[in-house]
């Protein structure tokens, strides 16, 4: 049994409270005792069950991609760790303090995006439906727990090696709600599953995610790009004997650590999630540069960090510091893939938010 098992037997009791405490939330919220709205605007949520990263943000960004060629579309975040308060709109060079890590990547990989953050989903909603050209689709991210919100379509995440099914409600396990939850998804995505996966095992972990016939899943993997330097501009292919420093500061960096040791030697200095760097902190990165030794070294990074990470390296490349891109790669399925789903749901439900009233729209998002 591991270290965190043995501990979180101790904490049994406070995983009780903390049950009650989501049985009693989701219950006013189930009755109408707490309320919830459904904005009339194509909305898409993207979140988890299990505390910690589950792939949310390249999810999003990808489902950004997928949008855009064809509508207005805007990111709201309640904008973690972010030194502001209320809603703030991105206006010029997205600065991660102002609007948070997550919010400024995805600004700076998606100029086309309206990215804004806001501790309440729904008056963040509002103000962006207030601009002189609202959006078409809103895309809240990390926003599963939010149930002040009624999205047009959930999407929900959960990892291959720690899939909801095998955990438990916090702190004993990772969950922030009861299994239960998941009914309210109409996408399930099996994240960060192998690159080849045979049918038989996607057949058995579907039936134990034991979905509504109404629920789609859909597995996906992630896959890694060339590294790019802070400025996203393509480098030089990393060599075999290449050095890697690899510094983080996200929930889970086990699925790129061990990407980077099939090929490289890596050396790992990791930060808390969603750290905040310091000069200190890229003295130490610095020094640990240096002593790898040799020609071929590289500091490399996630996206997320490298956001914070680019106004305190240098810019003449005296330590080298990239970040390696990440995308969700669906794994081919006999039905419609999950970019047509998402695609036909909002390509049909646009059309009809023109022609319902306030109400029926309500009645008809109603979980």
């Known amino acids: 049994m591991s270290v965190r098992k043995n501990i979180s037997w101790f904490l049994m009791p406070l995983t009780g409270w903390y049950a009650v405490g989501v049985a009693l939330r989701n219950f006013a919220y189930n009755i109408g005792l707490a309320r919830s709205e459904a904005p009339r605007v194509i909305t898409i949520?993207?979140?988890?069950?299990?505390?910690?990263?589950?792939?949310?943000?390249?999810?999003?960004?990808?489902l950004a991609k997928l949008l855009t060629p064809h509508y207005r579309v805007a990111y709201l975040s309640r904008g973690y760790r972010r030194t502001t308060k209320g809603?703030?709109?991105?206006?010029?060079?997205?600065?991660?303090?102002?609007?948070?890590?997550?919010?400024?990547?995805?600004?700076?990989?998606?100029?086309?995006?309206?990215?804004?953050?806001?501790?309440?989903?729904?008056?963040?909603?509002?103000?962006?439906?207030?601009?002189?050209?609202?959006?078409?689709?809103?895309?809240?991210?990390?926003?599963?727990?939010?149930?002040?919100?009624?999205?047009?379509?959930?999407?929900?995440?959960?990892?291959?090696?720690?899939?909801?099914?095998?955990?438990?409600?916090?702190?004993?396990?990772?969950?922030?709600?009861?299994?239960?939850?998941?009914?309210?998804?109409?996408?399930?995505?099996?994240?960060?599953?192998?690159?080849?996966?045979?049918?038989?095992?996607?057949?058995?972990?579907?039936?134990?995610?034991?979905?509504?016939?109404?629920?789609?899943?859909?597995?996906?993997?992630?896959?890694?790009?060339?590294?790019?330097?802070?400025?996203?501009?393509?480098?030089?292919?990393?060599?075999a004997d290449t050095k890697v420093l690899l510094v983080t500061g996200i929930a889970n960096p086990e699925p790129l650590l061990n990407e980077l040791r099939k090929t490289y030697k890596v050396t790992h200095i990791r930060f808390s999630d969603h750290h905040r760097y310091t000069q200190r902190d890229v003295a130490t990165i610095t020094a640990a540069y240096e002593r790898l030794g040799g020609e071929h070294r590289v500091v490399l990074t996630t996206e997320k960090d490298a956001v914070k990470l680019r106004s305190l390296f240098a810019e003449d490349g005296s330590v080298p510091v990239c970040y390696v891109p990440i995308e969700p790669l669906f794994h081919p399925t006999n039905e419609q893939d999950m970019d047509s789903v998402v695609l036909s749901l909002v390509r049909e439900n646009i059309h009809f938010l023109s022609k319902l009233s306030a109400s029926t729209w309500a009645e008809k998002w109603h979980y």
């Open 45 to 62: 949520g993207v979140g988890n069950l299990a505390s910690g990263g589950t792939g949310k943000t390249p999810m999003v960004e990808h």
């Open 87 to 239: 809603f703030v709109l991105n206006e010029g060079d997205p600065n991660p303090l102002r609007i948070g890590d997550e919010a400024a990547m995805i600004a700076l990989r998606h100029p086309q995006l309206v990215v804004a953050v806001c501790e309440k989903r729904l008056e963040g909603i509002n103000r962006l439906m207030a601009l002189p050209e609202p959006p078409d689709v809103i895309l809240l991210d990390d926003s599963y727990q939010h149930r002040a919100v009624v999205p047009s379509l959930n999407i929900l995440l959960t990892e291959y090696n720690r899939p909801y099914y095998k955990d438990y409600i916090l702190p004993f396990g990772d969950l922030r709600e009861f299994r239960t939850a998941r009914y309210r998804a109409g996408i399930v995505v099996v994240t960060k599953s192998p690159a080849s996966l045979n049918p038989i095992e996607k057949h058995n972990i579907a039936n134990d995610l034991r979905l509504k016939p109404y629920q789609k899943t859909f597995f996906s993997y992630i896959g890694y790009g060339q590294p790019l330097t802070l400025a996203g501009q393509p480098t030089e292919p990393l060599s």
